[in-house]
């Protein structure tokens, strides 16, 4: 029989229980899509650069961008995001304009059909690019690190100081996409999209070659003939075309050359780089101007220290990724990071260094792999990703060449 309690008719309390909490009353289970993709790797990804986009269109408001247009378009149209949104407006009209590959101009075109603005269609594919590339890191980086390490890869990339790439005309956000959908397939021994993933990749950026001999180690042999034959097929048709379209189906190169001065890597060259960056410290240390204006010879000094910076940090976690991630991956940084040095430009030979790490997934992991036990360092890292990211979009916003 039942006794007033205390509260009234009902106990608070059972005999050998613990007390019943008031706030034990169920709720219904709500599900909220919007809180749910906010908090997803997608989500933080496109949120954090979306507010540098923001952030650095602001800066513009006291320096306004040249040309036409709304301000959130143009803050980031500039250097090569031009030659993207010309070519997915006119075609290849130009010879200079075959250096730049076909697959991301050719998405761009068909958004824009959509948009009925080229500049907002790149956008656009960049940063549903971004977020999908985000989601397919942390399903890799899930097989080979801890959940913490995992998502931490994720903000590791989101922050990355070039990254603002992810909301412009830029196609680094679609060859990694590629990249990571031919390295997860692979994975799960899926060898038909993976050399259908590679052979986009290699039409997006010749720099998708570094991915072949990855695929080739995590395939069965067998199955790995795809990831050979289905590139080689792609960038055969880009040559068949700039062999129809220019009568040279090495237009490709022969633009790298002629317009933005590539060429083979020689000794030279290394020793540049080199002896350049004590000198370089030097000029930035001890001549800044008292008035405020930057001469050239200290924007070259420091456009080679940061450049020489970011090719130390790829080297190192290059090694980390070889060691912690197996060889499968350390070779696809090796092969990034040598081809990006083997083809330098003479008046600048390390340029876009910083960006073409982007696409090298494997020495995020490897920062998380290192970072994970490192609690201190890790804020320290992220804060620092953080706030060059935010000098170098402004910069970039301002026409500066800093990726």
Known sequence: MR???????????????EPIPDTAVSQPATFDPVRRLAASAPGRLVGIRLAYLVGAALTLLWAPVTGHGALLLRTFDRWDSRWFARIAEHGYATRQSSAFLPVYPLLVRGVAFVLRNHVAAGIVV???AAAAS????????RRHLPEEGAQTSVLLLALYPAAFVFTAVY????FLFFVLVAVDAAERGRAL???VAAALAVDTRLLGLALIPTLLLILRRRAAILVVLLPAVAIGLWMLYLHVHYGDALASSHAEHRYWQREP??????????RNVPGALSQITLHLPAGGRYPRYIATATADVYDFAFLVFGAVFTWVAWQRLGRAFGLYSLLTLALVVLTPTTWRPLVSVPRFLLADFPIFLALAAVLATRP?????VIAGFAALGAVLAVAFARGLLVV
């Not at 985000?134 to 980086?141: D, K, V």
């Not at 890597?265 to 080199?274: G, M, V």
């Open 3 to 17: 006794t007033a309690g205390p509260a009234g008719p009902f106990p608070t309390e059972r005999p050998g229980r």
């Open 126 to 128: 960049s940063v549903v």
């Open 134 to 141: 985000a989601w397919l890191l942390l399903r890799i980086a």
């Open 171 to 174: 196609s680094d956000a679609v």
């Open 193 to 195: 999209l993976s050399g």
């Open 265 to 274: 890597l020689s000794p030279r060259w290394i020793w540049h780089e080199f």
């Open 376 to 380: 201190r360092a890790r804020d320290f």
